[in-house]
């Protein structure tokens, strides 16, 4: 018998019933069809095997040529995408499950090669991440481009785009949508002080740092209703080479904001791979949780660096409400059937984490079931 009681138990927010609060975070896994990054069957199994999760949120998908910044990422700006897309949620949605689609523009977090006609890739201000992306096979990791900074004229078009992705989003049969505002892409860039230098209405205090999020997030409110609507923010989080000088107050308003907004969900990376700030972790991310639930948000998803036994035990302490895995459910496309049964749990292959084929993608075993 397992004792995850609070982990394995239904929960609502928004507009969404989940079977339980075992969520599985969003994995870029680099593995759509080319030319085109389109989704493909290959994807449409990956997904269909882990649709007992309470909650899918999809790999970072980019939500024009602009926002993309990976080679073998997925798109959701073309017809075939979109078709693709919809062949996933139909897989998940047979199983029984839920499914969100991660909203993505990476802002400086490119390379010229990846651009349309080579063009510059674009951030609140000129500066160059110390940072690395993935061209090529041939040319494999090399460090990012240095970015040109967006002119206002241009902020409208990026609300549009996050709009458009919404769009096609819910035309390709997604259940809702998640807004990357984690990790050091473009919506993290501009709330965050040490990436956004501008001196108009979009840089300088926090109310105008995340006014641009604060835009994209009520735009894509209007496709979905805020109740199939999440944000996944990462106060503390490094990668990408990012920072702010005061998590709490930056993260608590905007978290404030997005709570009076009655999104379903804010989703907080707390710890990734060495790459999140420890000191002040379990403060800031209070602040966050707080502020949203205060401000009249849903719920608050936890994620990183957790094993089953933490996110019931924090499920339990009313520090998160629902746990987002992803190492975990790299390995374990049955994961709540194997925290039921208190594992055993299959290690994830680090080695085939990104690109490739079905190896290390679609061929974790499920548990025997006798
Ligand atoms: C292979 C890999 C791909 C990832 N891709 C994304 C992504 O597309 N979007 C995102 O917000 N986070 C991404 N992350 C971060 C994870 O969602 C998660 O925050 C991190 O792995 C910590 O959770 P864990 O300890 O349960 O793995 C990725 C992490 C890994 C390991």
Known sequence: MSSHTNLLSTVSFGEIESQNRVFMAPLTRSRSQQ???????????????????????TEATQISPQGKGYAFTPGIYTDEQIQGWKNVTDAVHE??????????????ISHTDLQPDGATPVAPSAIRAESQTYTSKE???????????????????????????ALNAKKAGFDGVEIHGANGYLLDQFTRDGSNQRTDSYGGSVANRIRLPLEVTRAVVEVFGAGRVGYRVS?????????????AETFGELATELGKLKLAYIHAVEAFAGMVRDDENERVHTVVRESFKNAG??????????????????????K?????????????????????????????????????DATGYTDYPAMETV
Do not use: C
């Open 35 to 57: 030319p085109g990054d389109v989704p493909w069957d290959l994807n449409a199994e990956y997904y269909r095997q882990r649709a007992s999760s309470g909650l899918i949120i």
């Open 95 to 108: 199983e029984g499950g839920k499914i969100f689609l991660q909203l993505w523009h990476v802002g400086r």
């Open 139 to 165: 040319s494999g990791m090399v460090p990012v481009s240095e970015p040109r900074a967006l002119d206002a004229s241009e902020l409208p078009g990026i609300v549009e785009q996050f709009r458009v992705g």
């Open 235 to 247: 106060p503390l989080g490094l990668f990408n080479d990012i920072n702010d000088s005061n998590p």
């Open 297 to 318: 948000g849903g719920i608050y998803v936890g994620n990183g660096g957790l094993t089953p036994e933490d996110a019931e035990e924090r499920i339990s302490e009313g």
């Open 320 to 356: 998160t409400d629902a746990v987002a895995f992803g190492t975990l459910y790299i390995g374990n496309p049955d994961l709540p059937e194997r925290i039921a049964t208190d594992g055993p749990y299959n290690d994830a292959d680090q080695s085939t984490f990104y690109g490739g």
